[in-house]
């Protein structure tokens, strides 16, 4: 067996050429390292307890009120926040499809994600303490939607300049005044931007540690599992993370269902 | 088309009334004015960028005239936006909504429309209104099930308009707009997606249903055919100009002017000169004709349709004019051939007839006077009324051309240049000016292209070269060809 491994080692090796496939090692093997190898080692950890397979991590997670209140409380800070977003977002997409020089402002909306987020974070906290506002769950909230508003105007905007004018003007033609063609063929053509838009909110939201901290000194989600792991608690930290990884495949497949052909084409 | 003329002012269904559409200034429907009579069949024909579709447009409301004033029925519906409009359109591209079904497509508009109920209420100052109300489920879908029968589509109610084949999506955009039975149905080159053979199809079920439905169609194409088998009216465009309105059969026959007769079927154009009544000079010989009232020596366009033109062989006496065939191609019903009329000209002529020719061989040409088809030039001169931009330069189109006059600079002059002493260079920079071809038409000997400046000036040009619409081309005249004389009409006015 050994030995003609070897043997086909050494074809291998002698018959090394540099073909396309090749290029894709690097990233290969820095995919296994960095993102299969530690998922590999969240799922084991999970069911570990005391170097032994069990369900002790979820048992103890599910005891665990406080932890569970944190889901709770992220889930609800991250559907306040994605609500806000789109209330926001979705007028303002909206206009800057409309006009030609939109892209140059949604420029200008993307521009502070280049600032770091803990920076940004740290100023906006500053800012609240100049003007003597009590830190809490709204000033969570202001910082969560001043941080992804970004994230939901982009797909919205892409989705929205897109839409073919004919349809409207075919939904005008027909006999719908402006509000009706807004509602009957705008909206629904930009379903798939707001999934995207609200699916790129929700996520980052829940699962955000720092901001929380800073601007509430509240613990959401994100900031219990990385407290669990400082604490030496892998188990229930990986349970945690593993819901976490279920909430973004659901909402992946979700995505994928609702934006037939075009939209998935782009990123947003 | 007897019948037409009986009708009154109260059958117009539609009427533009020197209707402009400026975009930043550039005028792409000038100061037209037609009508269109209920239950026609009217065509807007013209080549690509004519403003044909934006005639549409106009009427459809969604773009506002800068000048002028549209009325549907008589009554005044400028301001009047597209969906209080009683028109409905099939799009180009259909624009059938990807996120409803065939049904919810075709019902997208009556779902929408309000009718009288058939009560009344008055108001506190005792007016009387008709209260509305919505079509019931039953109705629209007995209206979506009668139109779908119409269009040749039933049991397709519940497919994904993305599943339809390029006819059968159309079949649904034109259900979709005929369904809420407007007054008039606006289609802009509904089938320019489809294929031939299909097109065909098309064009014959179109036709049927315009005389089952007895409502007014808009037609836009740039298909010349499809024009003149389809139309009650055609109304032929160029440059954002009616050219020519009139039925098929004369718009083929009499042709207004040279682009007309050059755009729809095939045609031999010549530069000529009326002698007298009933006489006319072109090919370098002289032609008994059936027009008069021109002046005397006026130059004219002479236009002679191929089929029109019979080939003699022999010395027969009967022959007007002798010709050398270059070439003759059997094309099924007849033979297409080609010759140069002899003379120092060399002009050459086109021929549709059932006589077989041999290249190199000497024909003898007959044609009847009254197949010769005589207009006036539109123009005889590029004549244009600016100012001097200095000493010796004169400003044309903003550019700066040298010349030969001395008066100074800002000083009203008329300049006036000859077709063939404008020169024309492949390469824009090369030219004073740019300019874009917006027409060009081929006369027996030389090309006369019309080229657009950027100024929307038109520069008639005769050239030996062929040059394509759309083309970018420079303009350059020799300062002895520029004729400048001082313009003394604006101190009068």
Same mark, same amino acid.
Request: aromatic share 10%; hydrophobic share 45%.
């Given at each position: 067996?050994?030995? =003609?491994?070897?043997?086909?080692?050494?074809?291998?090796?002698?018959?090394?050429?540099?073909?396309?496939?090749?290029?894709?090692?690097?990233?290969?093997?820095?995919?296994?390292?960095? +993102?299969?190898?530690?998922?590999?080692?969240?799922?084991?950890?999970?069911?570990?307890?005391?170097?032994?397979?069990?369900?002790?991590?979820?048992?103890?997670?599910?005891?665990?009120?406080?932890?569970?209140?944190?889901?709770?409380? =992220?889930?609800?800070?991250?559907?306040?926040?994605?609500?806000?977003?789109?209330?926001?977002?979705?007028?303002?997409?909206?206009?800057?499809?409309?006009?030609?020089?939109?892209?140059?402002?949604?420029?200008?909306?993307?521009?502070?994600?280049?600032?770091? $987020?803990?920076?940004?974070?740290?100023?906006?906290?500053?800012?609240?303490?100049?003007?003597?506002?009590?830190?809490?769950?709204?000033?969570?909230?202001?910082?969560?939607?001043?941080? $992804?508003?970004? $994230?939901?105007?982009?797909?919205?905007?892409?989705?929205?300049?897109?839409?073919?004018?004919?349809?409207?003007?075919?939904?005008?033609?027909?006999?719908?005044?402006?509000?009706?063609?807004?509602?009957?063929?705008?909206?629904?053509?930009?379903?798939?931007?707001?999934?995207?838009?609200?699916?790129?909110?929700?996520?980052?939201?829940?699962?955000? $540690?720092?901001?929380?901290?800073?601007?509430?000194?509240?613990?959401?989600?994100?900031?219990?599992?990385?407290?669990?792991?400082?604490?030496?608690?892998?188990? +229930?930290? =990986?349970?945690?993370?593993?819901?976490?990884?279920?909430? +973004?495949?659901?909402?992946?497949?979700?995505? =994928?269902?609702?934006?037939?052909?075009?939209?998935?084409?782009?990123?947003? | 088309?007897?019948?037409?003329?009986?009708?009154? !002012?109260?059958?117009?269904?539609?009427?533009?009334?020197?209707?402009?559409?400026? @975009?930043?200034? !550039?005028?792409?429907?000038?100061?037209?004015?037609?009508?269109?009579?209920?239950?026609?069949?009217?065509?807007?024909?013209?080549?690509?960028?004519?403003?044909?579709?934006?005639?549409?447009?106009?009427?459809?409301?969604? /773009?506002? &005239?800068?000048?002028?004033?549209?009325?549907?029925?008589?009554?005044?519906?400028?301001?009047?936006?597209?969906?209080?409009?009683?028109?409905?359109?099939?799009?180009?591209?259909?624009?059938?909504?990807?996120? #409803?079904?065939?049904?919810?497509?075709?019902?997208?508009?009556?779902?929408?429309?309000?009718?009288?109920?058939?009560?009344?209420?008055?108001?506190?100052?005792?007016?009387?209104?008709?209260?509305?109300?919505?079509?019931?489920?039953?109705?629209?879908?007995?209206?979506?099930?009668?139109?779908?029968?119409?269009?040749?589509?039933?049991?397709?109610?519940?497919?994904?308009?993305?599943?339809?084949?390029?006819?059968?999506?159309?079949?649904?955009?034109?259900?979709?707009?005929?369904?809420?039975?407007?007054?008039?149905?606006?289609?802009?080159?509904?089938?320019?997606?489809?294929?031939?053979?299909?097109?065909?199809?098309?064009?014959?079920?179109?036709?049927?249903?315009?005389?089952?439905?007895?409502?007014?169609?808009?037609?836009?194409?740039?298909?010349?055919?499809?024009?003149?088998?389809?139309?009650?009216?055609?109304?032929?465009?160029?440059?954002?100009?009616?050219?020519?309105?009139?039925?098929?059969?004369?718009? @083929?026959?009499?042709?207004?002017?040279?682009?007309?007769?050059?755009?729809?079927?095939?045609?031999?154009?010549?530069?000529?000169?009326? #002698?007298?009544?009933? /006489?006319?000079?072109?090919?370098?010989?002289?032609?008994?004709?059936?027009?008069?009232?021109?002046?005397?020596? /006026?130059?004219?366009?002479?236009?002679?349709?191929?089929?029109?033109?019979?080939?003699?062989?022999?010395? !027969?006496?009967?022959?007007?004019?002798?010709?050398?065939?270059?070439?003759?191609?059997?094309?099924?019903?007849?033979?297409?051939?080609?010759?140069?009329?002899?003379?120092?000209?060399?002009?050459?002529? #086109?021929?549709?007839?059932?006589?077989?020719?041999?290249?190199?061989?000497?024909?003898?040409?007959?044609?009847?006077?009254?197949?010769?088809?005589?207009?006036?030039? &539109?123009?005889?001169?590029?004549?244009?009324?600016?100012?001097?931009?200095?000493?010796?330069?004169?400003?044309?189109?903003?550019?700066?051309?040298?010349?030969?006059?001395? #008066?100074?600079?800002?000083?009203?002059?008329?300049?006036?240049?000859?077709?063939?002493?404008?020169?024309?260079?492949?390469? /824009?920079?090369?030219?004073?000016?740019?300019?874009?071809?917006?027409?060009?038409?081929?006369?027996?000997?030389?090309?006369?292209?019309?080229?657009?400046?950027?100024?929307?000036?038109?520069?008639?040009?005769?050239?030996?070269?062929?040059?394509?619409?759309?083309?970018?081309?420079?303009?350059?005249?020799?300062?002895?060809?520029?004729?400048?004389?001082?313009?003394?009409?604006?101190?009068?006015?």
């Amino acid at each position: 067996m050994a030995e =003609s491994f070897m043997v086909k080692l050494k074809n291998k090796i002698k018959n090394f050429r540099i073909t396309r496939s090749v290029f894709a090692y690097p990233y290969i093997l820095f995919m296994l390292l960095f +993102v299969v190898i530690p998922l590999a080692l969240i799922l084991v950890n999970a069911f570990l307890v005391d170097g032994k397979l069990s369900f002790g991590n979820f048992i103890a997670l599910l005891r665990d009120g406080a932890s569970l209140s944190t889901l709770l409380l =992220s889930f609800l800070v991250g559907i306040i926040t994605t609500l806000l977003c789109l209330v926001i977002g979705y007028p303002v997409a909206y206009i800057l499809s409309k006009r030609a020089w939109g892209g140059i402002i949604v420029l200008l909306f993307i521009l502070p994600m280049w600032v770091n $987020f803990l920076i940004r974070t740290l100023a906006t906290r500053a800012i609240f303490e100049a003007l003597n506002i009590d830190l809490g769950l709204g000033t969570v909230i202001f910082g969560m939607v001043y941080n $992804f508003l970004p $994230f939901m105007i982009l797909p919205l905007h892409t989705t929205l300049t897109n839409i073919d004018k004919s349809y409207l003007e075919a939904a005008q033609d027909l006999g719908a005044d402006a509000v009706t063609v807004f509602i009957k063929t705008t909206l629904p053509l930009s379903l798939p931007g707001i999934i995207s838009g609200v699916t790129m909110v929700f996520i980052p939201t829940i699962s955000t $540690f720092a901001i929380s901290q800073l601007l509430g000194g509240t613990y959401l989600f994100g900031d219990s599992i990385y407290n669990k792991f400082n604490n030496g608690l892998y188990g +229930v930290g =990986s349970v945690m993370s593993l819901i976490m990884l279920l909430l +973004v495949i659901v909402s992946n497949i979700f995505i =994928s269902k609702y934006n037939k052909g075009e939209a998935s084409k782009n990123l947003w | 088309m007897a019948n037409n003329k009986k009708m009154n !002012n109260a059958s117009k269904i539609i009427e533009l009334r020197k209707v402009t559409k400026e @975009y930043d200034g !550039n005028p792409v429907v000038n100061n037209i004015s037609f009508s269109i009579r209920k239950g026609e069949f009217v065509t807007l024909l013209g080549p690509s960028g004519c403003g044909k579709t934006t005639t549409l447009r106009l009427i459809a409301g969604f /773009e506002k &005239p800068t000048k002028g004033e549209i009325f549907i029925n008589g009554v005044n519906i400028t301001d009047i936006p597209p969906h209080e409009r009683p028109v409905n359109t099939v799009f180009q591209k259909y624009a059938l909504f990807p996120h #409803l079904n065939v049904y919810k497509n075709i019902a997208f508009g009556l779902k929408l429309k309000r009718v009288p109920d058939g009560t009344t209420y008055t108001d506190k100052r005792g007016n009387v209104y008709q209260n509305l109300r919505k079509l019931t489920k039953e109705e629209i879908s007995e209206k979506v099930r009668n139109v779908l029968k119409i269009v040749d589509l039933e049991g397709f109610e519940h497919r994904d308009v993305d599943s339809l084949s390029g006819g059968q999506q159309q079949r649904v955009a034109i259900a979709r707009a005929i369904v809420n039975e407007p007054d008039v149905l606006l289609l802009d080159e509904p089938l320019g997606a489809l294929d031939l053979k299909m097109r065909k199809d098309m064009q014959i079920e179109l036709m049927n249903m315009h005389k089952k439905l007895g409502i007014t169609f808009v037609y836009v194409t740039h298909d010349q055919e499809e024009a003149l088998t389809m139309s009650d009216t055609i109304i032929v465009m160029r440059g954002g100009v009616i050219q020519q309105i009139g039925c098929p059969q004369k718009v @083929y026959d009499e042709p207004a002017n040279a682009f007309v007769a050059d755009f729809i079927g095939e045609s031999n154009i010549f530069s000529g000169i009326m #002698l007298d009544d009933y /006489e006319v000079f072109f090919c370098e010989h002289n032609f008994k004709c059936v027009d008069k009232g021109f002046k005397k020596n /006026e130059p004219i366009d002479v236009i002679i349709r191929p089929e029109d033109i019979s080939v003699l062989k022999g010395d !027969n006496p009967k022959a007007m004019v002798t010709a050398q065939v270059i070439s003759s191609v059997f094309k099924g019903d007849h033979y297409q051939t080609i010759a140069i009329i002899d003379g120092e000209e060399g002009n050459e002529i #086109l021929i549709h007839d059932n006589v077989e020719c041999l290249p190199g061989e000497k024909i003898g040409l007959y044609i009847k006077p009254a197949d010769l088809h005589i207009m006036r030039k &539109p123009r005889l001169i590029n004549e244009i009324i600016t100012e001097m931009w200095s000493e010796n330069n004169v400003e044309i189109c903003g550019g700066k051309f040298p010349c030969h006059c001395n #008066l100074p600079s800002g000083a009203k002059v008329k300049v006036q240049v000859d077709f063939d002493d404008v020169e024309i260079k492949d390469d /824009e920079s090369e030219g004073i000016i740019g300019a874009t071809v917006v027409s060009s038409i081929y006369k027996g000997s030389y090309y006369q292209i019309v080229a657009r400046t950027d100024d929307y000036y038109d520069f008639f040009i005769d050239t030996d070269d062929e040059w394509l619409k759309d083309d970018r081309i420079g303009i350059y005249i020799k300062p002895e060809n520029i004729r400048v004389t001082e313009y003394a009409e604006a101190d009068n006015g």
